[in-house]
């Protein structure tokens, strides 16, 4: 089939990529036109295991092309984010003028699929009444599904294939036709339903992470006065066969966990009380972290201290910054007027004063290490190696690092939720 896939970024990428390596002709296209003159060169514009070759394959091959505006396809696929506002209600219009950039391109017989997570309703009230400009009739002369990624940052390529797919037709042929198309590559069961319940599907598992990580934070909060380490009571908890307890760290970061559950806010608010207040938790927690920083080296009596911040992504071992608690924690620090250093080996520029391009320059004269993401490159930190601190002071939010090996190397080591 000839595919169109609108916006290149963290899903659609990876999607095009696949399909033009599984048999299908697809031309790719986002409105950022530096990343579509790096793709067409073989650049990437994110970082994704196992992207690069894929790239270069379907590049090579000349199954895959770029620019900057959709032609003429048997099927769309479209992949535009869908953020919130400061509000925390839904920003819907990349949705909108991704579909409205397909329409003049619509033909009888073709297939419009959205992969971007959505409040329910979205296909409905926002995609429809765009589509319908085409003068083609849905459900019989144009095919509408939605059928939302779930693959995980770092894994995207393994999850792509073996993921179960929800697929929401608008009408049972329109999910039967996309079934068909993701077949090429997926092994995971696609399962058919209508385009609503799938778009709220999408939503509950975000939200359902977002509020078990809300229990995990508080547990976190109430082990301290306990005398509990709450790593080793949530692992126990979780040797029962039907508990699942999460972890909790120094916030909840990504466009989509800290996001998808304020659509179902925003839809009821009377009513979605208990996913408002696990958001209002989550998003307390980077205060929750400097404020922990901060009472750790007053207890200490470390004057004017220095702390070296360890980790900017949002999680472990990926080069994404959206809504990264760290940024959150950073904030908080610098309004409780602390020196500042920031150090993360997969970022490598950002907009952030303090951080540094080496590990050295961070932890020169520092009194504590803040670590905030579990990047492979901090568990396997040697700290015997580590020289020029003042003070050695480790505060690990997301009990990553190997305590032993720490205190042997002279350091105080703090765990959130210890
Ligand atoms: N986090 C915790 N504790 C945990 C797990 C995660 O604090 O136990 C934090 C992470 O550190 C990170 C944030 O939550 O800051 C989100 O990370 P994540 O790994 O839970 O999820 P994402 O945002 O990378 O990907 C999620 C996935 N959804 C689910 O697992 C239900 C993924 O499958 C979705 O495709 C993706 O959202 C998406 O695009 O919606």
Redesign the pocket.
């Given at each position: 089939k000839s595919i169109c896939v609108v916006g290149l970024g963290y899903?659609g990428l990876p999607t095009a990529v696949m399909f033009a390596n599984h048999g299908h002709s697809v031309h790719g296209v986002d409105v950022n036109e530096k990343a579509v003159s790096m793709i067409s060169e073989k650049q990437l514009h994110i970082e994704e295991n196992g992207l690069q070759e894929r790239l270069d394959k379907a590049i090579d091959s000349g199954a895959f092309t770029v620019s900057t505006t959709p032609q003429k396809a048997d099927v769309f696929i479209i992949a535009v984010p869908s953020p919130i506002m400061p509000d925390k209600t839904a920003n819907l219009e990349y949705v909108r003028q991704a579909t409205a950039s397909v329409v003049p391109y619509l033909e009888k017989g073709n297939l419009v699929i959205l992969e971007s997570?959505v409040p329910p309703r979205t296909v409905q009230d926002v995609m429809l009444p765009e589509l319908e400009k085409a003068g083609l009739e849905i459900g019989t002369d144009l095919f509408v599904s939605h059928s939302?990624?779930?693959?995980?940052?770092g894994r995207v390529f393994e999850?792509l294939v073996s993921?179960d797919r929800i697929i929401g037709g608008y009408t049972p042929e329109s999910a039967r036709q996309t079934t068909e198309l993701y077949q090429s590559f997926v092994q995971g069961q696609m399962h058919e339903t209508d385009a609503t319940t799938a778009e709220l599907v999408?939503v509950m598992?975000?939200t359902?992470?977002d509020i078990?990580?809300a229990f995990?934070?508080e547990l976190a909060k109430l082990a301290g006065s306990l005398g509990v380490n709450i790593w080793e009571a949530i692992k126990l908890a979780n040797y029962h066969p039907r508990v699942n307890v999460?972890?909790?760290?120094?916030?909840?970061?990504?466009?989509?966990?800290?996001v998808?559950p304020w659509f179902l806010v925003e839809l009821a608010p009377e009513t979605a009380k208990m996913i408002h207040l696990a958001r209002q938790t989550?998003d307390g927690m980077p205060a929750y972290t400097a404020q922990m920083t901060a009472s750790i080296l007053d207890a200490k009596g470390i004057k004017d201290p220095k702390v070296a911040v360890f980790g900017l992504a949002?999680?472990?071992n990926?080069d994404d910054m959206r809504e990264?608690?760290s940024m959150d924690v950073i904030e908080a620090l610098r309004g409780r007027q602390v020196n500042l250093s920031a150090f993360d080996p997969h970022i490598k520029q950002n907009n952030i004063d303090e951080q540094t391009q080496s590990q050295e320059e961070a932890l020169q004269d520092a009194s504590a290490i803040l670590i905030l993401?579990?990047h492979n490159k901090f568990k396997d930190l040697d700290p015997s190696s580590i020289s020029n601190m003042k003070d050695k002071v480790v505060i690990d939010t997301?009990n990553c690092i190997d305590r032993a090996k720490w205190e042997a190397a002279g350091f105080d080591v703090y765990v959130l939720g210890d």
């Amino acid at each position: 089939k000839s595919i169109c896939v609108v916006g290149l970024g963290y899903i659609g990428l990876p999607t095009a990529v696949m399909f033009a390596n599984h048999g299908h002709s697809v031309h790719g296209v986002d409105v950022n036109e530096k990343a579509v003159s790096m793709i067409s060169e073989k650049q990437l514009h994110i970082e994704e295991n196992g992207l690069q070759e894929r790239l270069d394959k379907a590049i090579d091959s000349g199954a895959f092309t770029v620019s900057t505006t959709p032609q003429k396809a048997d099927v769309f696929i479209i992949a535009v984010p869908s953020p919130i506002m400061p509000d925390k209600t839904a920003n819907l219009e990349y949705v909108r003028q991704a579909t409205a950039s397909v329409v003049p391109y619509l033909e009888k017989g073709n297939l419009v699929i959205l992969e971007s997570t959505v409040p329910p309703r979205t296909v409905q009230d926002v995609m429809l009444p765009e589509l319908e400009k085409a003068g083609l009739e849905i459900g019989t002369d144009l095919f509408v599904s939605h059928s939302p990624e779930r693959v995980i940052p770092g894994r995207v390529f393994e999850e792509l294939v073996s993921n179960d797919r929800i697929i929401g037709g608008y009408t049972p042929e329109s999910a039967r036709q996309t079934t068909e198309l993701y077949q090429s590559f997926v092994q995971g069961q696609m399962h058919e339903t209508d385009a609503t319940t799938a778009e709220l599907v999408k939503v509950m598992e975000n939200t359902y992470r977002d509020i078990n990580i809300a229990f995990a934070n508080e547990l976190a909060k109430l082990a301290g006065s306990l005398g509990v380490n709450i790593w080793e009571a949530i692992k126990l908890a979780n040797y029962h066969p039907r508990v699942n307890v999460h972890e909790p760290g120094p916030g909840v970061g990504g466009h989509c966990i800290a996001v998808d559950p304020w659509f179902l806010v925003e839809l009821a608010p009377e009513t979605a009380k208990m996913i408002h207040l696990a958001r209002q938790t989550n998003d307390g927690m980077p205060a929750y972290t400097a404020q922990m920083t901060a009472s750790i080296l007053d207890a200490k009596g470390i004057k004017d201290p220095k702390v070296a911040v360890f980790g900017l992504a949002f999680k472990g071992n990926i080069d994404d910054m959206r809504e990264s608690p760290s940024m959150d924690v950073i904030e908080a620090l610098r309004g409780r007027q602390v020196n500042l250093s920031a150090f993360d080996p997969h970022i490598k520029q950002n907009n952030i004063d303090e951080q540094t391009q080496s590990q050295e320059e961070a932890l020169q004269d520092a009194s504590a290490i803040l670590i905030l993401t579990s990047h492979n490159k901090f568990k396997d930190l040697d700290p015997s190696s580590i020289s020029n601190m003042k003070d050695k002071v480790v505060i690990d939010t997301k009990n990553c690092i190997d305590r032993a090996k720490w205190e042997a190397a002279g350091f105080d080591v703090y765990v959130l939720g210890d």
